[in-house]
């Protein structure tokens, strides 16, 4: 690496070329005062707090060192002081951080930030954890010589010698986000976030001078999936959090270091608890994952982990109602009863869904109850199964896309989906100049930073890959035509392929065989076949779930045949463990007929989920935020969860409760904590690795993907569908701040389409299937193509899998206007 | 209320002008301006970032940075007075009594308290409008005066006053 050598307060240190000179100090071990400045962030030089005397060594007539007397260079001082956030190093550099003078400038910067700054400390938020009083404390000058003149209003002219700025406070920035425009110096940290790093420009300066204050025109306002993270980087009180405000000063809460397990992103999180309630949840460092930021579900999704609604008794139904039970009478009875079952129908007559939400441990245990003591090979931990997940560990992936060269982004919608890796496709984008290109069915917000949108025809996604394999390779390019997207931008496509070093091939986790064949195919048609990844969306742990093995082998039925086996009556008792089927199973109408028809039916969770209404045994189960475990995230990579506060009631943890179902079947397992459980999943895994291999691509014919369309007349619309990161599900529900922003449930149709039909913007909508109707309001703009209509999973109170089919392969739908309001 | 089809057009025809449509932001706003009757409501932004493609936070930032662009309603006529030292000395402040006496007014940089009760004229107190050769002056809409007495300044407005605004000179 090209180093340079330079002197910080006399000791000498050697830094990266390009360094700028507060981390050089910083590495040389000094404190430098900042506030605008943030390593994640370009430096802007707005704050003047990181000033320092430099000198660089005197160059002579013929460009060598002026030599002093004893040899060494001569250092001409840069006549004023520099901001170091902003100074690149140089070789021989001299930065002296101590000096008589730098005190003195540090300090009367100080004095001016806090002419404006009220004294708020004993009742701000930040107290504790901020900035700008903890430089206060070590570089200001300890008394201030501005006086504060009460009265007037700022907007007119006074002069800021005259009296602090006076705002109304706080103002709610948004439903999360609370602003304190009185303590806000200006840094522009919050405004850089979401200019350079969540690329969403939610917020801006207005106004100017001594009147410029903080603000957001979005709708809603803060529009950000990342907004959270802007209180994290806001050096003063201005910017705090609404769920987490006045609950707790800060040096009072218990820090737990733990894993986020809503999405399969895999951030590291600290959960801050008092009194065993969960008070708020803040990103923690970790460069290879989630850097310094998470997403606002992640840190907002949190007050359902204390919410009163949480199961904290077992649960048996009599009659029709559910009672409260002690846990050993409602471990007896599951126990007796799938014994029963077993002894008269055999054990392949239970099934198991396992969960992508529970803990490596807690899937293992699972398994091996269906397997050991039940005798059943029925084990599934996917909400349906058209997923397909390959575990492969890649502890780089991160860093893999960021350093891409391109990124084929394919079936997938990394915002709704895997925040932290939106962020960090746009980092790439953004920060180390790579060229995005997606293939989806629709528009997603992250074309806004694409190069290239390949928006196709639904059900084309696999002829669009075998046609850019196509001209990746100079060979003809075939079956375009019913695909929907444009030659020459095919080709523009094509040839950055072919010409890229660094490629990072990504698709949905419901691509199909030949589609993901497809895609190493054309990876490997430029030799970089290793950077295919697929991903999971729908929960923290699929990967772990896979990996403990919940899935079934030796002919037991997945989930797609446990339901059909269940709906025809040769499935007696189904064992759910943290799923919510009736929800999130893709056929709406299956699921009812088989929990219906189910003799017993055992449901694990943290509520009385729709799915847990229908069960005769209702276990209270451990939050994430409550149990220790293992969990795997979407590139493989194993992490801990830690245990943050006991669980609540009387509810328990998964493996927990399955161990003593286990004992009271007579199995002993003798688990003692989760250390015990992995270590023998480890054994069984030992010399065993699974890794996705490429197979030869087949020619892959555009037709067999157009199903017969005989429908097309009464149904002129297909139905798309895909997540949401704000959806319908429980625990969303009993976090009340967050569930907010949980959108009404809508339909998204093309402009074209909802003039032609007379649809106006925000109208109710009918969206009818041969399976049912929903009414759904209407988003009306450019993201879907004419013709196809999107509409989320998992929408509170309009769940789509009413309306779906999956025995077709293409859903299709009618719009008519309902009642308008807009 | 919103932009008409002839606003829309008039910002993608000055959009293309640009390398980068961004660059479009501040004759739009003019654009918007004009449409809605001198000032700009948060929906004319909002309609202009739809308009040009941009984030409309970058528009609110923008129109909020100028002071040529009205946050709230101004009269039909938007008076910018000259009170920066030349004019003064040369007799600004007279002006500034004369016009808050005759309109009952305040001319201190509020668009409310500058607005004469029949909306016909909002005077604003600025700083030195670069042409201090010909103190004291004004700007009425986009048309400067130089020179001002008070009966210069009496007739100049009662003339204007009923004839149509000319919100930006193209
Ligand atoms: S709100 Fe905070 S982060 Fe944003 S500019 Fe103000 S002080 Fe800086
Ligand atoms: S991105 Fe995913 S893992 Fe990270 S905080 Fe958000 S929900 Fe949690
Ligand atoms: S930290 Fe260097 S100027 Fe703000
Ligand atoms: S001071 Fe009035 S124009 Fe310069």
Redesign the interface.
């Known amino acids: 690496m090209d180093l340079v050598n330079l002197t910080v307060n006399g000791q000498k240190i050697a830094v990266p070329r390009g360094t700028m000179a507060i981390e050089a100090v910083k590495a040389a071990g000094f404190d430098v005062a900042h506030f605008c400045y943030h390593p994640k962030l370009k430096p802007v030089g707005m704050c003047r707090m990181c000033l320092a005397e430099v000198g660089t060594p005197r160059l002579g007539p013929d460009r060598k060192p002026v030599l002093n007397e004893d040899g060494t260079p001569q250092i001409g001082m840069m006549p004023q002081p520099q901001a170091t956030c902003t100074l690149p190093v140089s070789e021989g550099m001299v930065i002296l951080t101590n000096t008589d003078a730098v005190k003195k400038m540090v300090a009367g910067m100080v004095e001016f930030f806090l002419a404006n700054h009220p004294l708020d400390c004993p009742v701000c938020d930040k107290g504790g954890e901020c900035p700008l009083q903890d430089q206060t404390m070590a570089f200001g000058p300890g008394q201030s010589r501005v006086g504060e003149v009460f009265g007037g209003d700022v907007r007119l002219q006074q002069g800021i010698w005259e009296a602090k700025r006076h705002w109304e406070k706080p103002k709610p920035l948004s439903e999360l986000i609370a602003l304190d425009r009185e303590r806000c110096i200006q840094c522009g940290r919050c405004v850089r976030f979401t200019q350079e790093i969540s690329l969403d420009n939610a917020l801006t300066f207005i106004y100017r001078g001594a009147q410029s204050e903080i603000d957001t025109l979005t709708d809603p306002p803060v529009d950000s999936k990342f907004s959270g993270n802007t209180i994290d980087i806001c050096p003063v009180g201005a910017l705090t959090s609404r769920v987490f405000r006045f609950t707790a000063r800060v040096w009072e809460v218990k820090p737990t270091h733990t894993v986020c397990t809503q999405c399969g992103c895999g951030c590291n999180i600290t959960i801050n608890t008092r009194l065993d309630k969960v008070l708020r949840i803040l990103p923690r460092d970790n460069d290879r994952i989630n850097e310094c930021w998470i997403c606002d579900r992640g840190r907002f999704n949190s007050q359902f982990i204390n919410s009163a609604a949480r199961l904290t008794k077992p649960l048996i139904k009599r009659n029709g109602t559910f009672e409260a039970v002690e846990w050993d009478e409602a471990l007896a009875f599951v126990a007796k009863t799938l014994t029963q079952i077993k002894d008269a129908h055999g054990g392949n007559a239970i099934g198991g869904l396992a969960s992508g939400k529970c803990t490596v441990e807690d899937n293992y245990v699972f398994q091996k109850l269906l397997r050991e003591v039940l005798g059943s090979d029925n084990v599934d931990y996917r909400p349906h199964g058209k997923i397909k997940h390959r575990l492969r560990r890649v502890p780089d992936f991160y860093e893999q896309v960021e350093n891409a060269d391109v990124i084929l982004l394919v079936g997938a919608d990394p915002l709704e989906e895997l925040p932290i890796l939106d962020l960090r496709i746009k980092k790439c984008i953004a920060q180390r100049n790579g060229t995005l290109i997606t293939v989806n069915p629709r528009r997603i917000l992250l074309d806004q930073h694409a190069t290239i949108s390949l928006v196709h025809q639904p059900h084309t996604a696999t002829a669009v890959i075998t046609a850019l394999s196509a001209a990746v390779n100079g060979s003809t390019i075939e079956g375009l035509g019913a695909t929907g997207v444009a030659e020459d931008l095919l080709k523009d496509a094509a040839q950055r392929l072919a010409q890229s070093q660094r490629l990072v091939v990504l698709y949905g986790e419901e691509s199909n065989d030949e589609l993901v064949a497809a895609l190493h195919h054309l990876a490997a048609s430029r030799d970089r076949q290793e950077a295919v990844f697929g991903l999971c969306r729908h929960d923290g742990n699929a990967l772990g779930a896979l990996w403990a093995g919940a899935m079934p082998k030796n002919g037991g039925l997945d989930v797609d045949g446990m339901m059909r086996a269940a709906a025809h009556g040769s499935l007696k008792a189904l064992y759910i463990m943290g799923q919510n089927p009736v929800n999130s199973y893709p056929d709406g109408q299956l699921v009812k007929e088989a929990l219906d028809k189910v003799e017993f039916l055992v449901v694990h969770d943290l509520f009385l989920t729709e799915t847990a209404q229908h069960a005769d045994v209702v276990l209270p189960a451990a939050s994430y935020a409550e149990k220790d475990g293992t969990v795997l995230n979407v590139a493989g990579v194993a992490q801990r969860l830690k245990q943050a506060l006991p669980p609540v009631g009387e509810s328990s943890e998964d493996w927990k409760i399955i161990t003593a179902l286990a004992y009271f079947m007579g199995h002993h397992w003798g688990y003692k904590s989760c250390a015990d459980i992995l270590r023998e999943l480890e054994r069984h895994h030992a010399g065993t690795s699974a890794r996705w291999n490429v197979g030869t691509l087949e020619r892959w014919n555009v037709e067999t993907c157009q199903p017969a369309d005989t429908e097309a007349e009464t149904y002129p619309f297909i139905l798309l569908t895909g997540a949401q990161l704000y959806d319908g599900s429980v625990s969303l529900r009993h976090s009340e701040r967050l569930s907010h922003l949980v959108e009404a449930p809508f339909v998204e149709l093309h402009r074209d389409d909802a003039q032609r039909l007379g649809i106006a913007r925000g109208a109710e909508v009918e969206v009818t299937s041969p399976r049912g109707a929903l009414r759904l309001r209407a988003k009306v703009g450019r993201k879907v193509l004419p013709g196809t209509v999107f509409v989320p999973e998992h929408q509170p109170g309009a769940p789509v899998n009413t309306i779906l089919d999956p025995t077709r392969q293409v859903q299709r739908v009618r719009l008519s206007a309902g009642r308008g309001d807009g | 209320m919103s932009l008409s089809d002839e606003a829309r057009q008039k910002i993608q025809e000055i959009a293309a002008r640009y390398p980068r449509r961004i660059s479009a932001t501040i004759p739009a706003l003019y654009v918007a301006q004009a449409e809605y009757g001198g000032w700009l409501p ?1 929906e004319a ?2 309609e202009v ?1 739809e308009e040009l493609d941009v ?7 923008v129109a ?2 100028y002071t040529l662009f009205y946050k709230e309603p101004v009269g039909k006529h938007v008076v910018q007075l000259c009170t920066n030292l030349a004019c003064m000395l040369c007799g600004a402040e007279t002006l500034q009594q004369h016009l808050e006496r005759k309109f009952n007014i305040k001319i ?3 668009i409310r308290d500058g607005t004469t009760a029949d909306g016909t004229f909002t005077v604003l107190p600025v700083e030195c409008l670069a042409a201090c050769g010909g103190a004291p002056c004004m700007i009425v809409d986009t048309e400067y005066y130089e020179n001002l007495t008070i009966e210069k300044v009496d007739k100049i407005l009662t003339q204007i006053a009923t004839q149509p605004t000319v919100f930006f000179k193209p």
């Open positions: 948060k932004m909002v970032a984030p409309p936070s970058h528009v609110f930032g909020t940075f201190n940089g509020s």
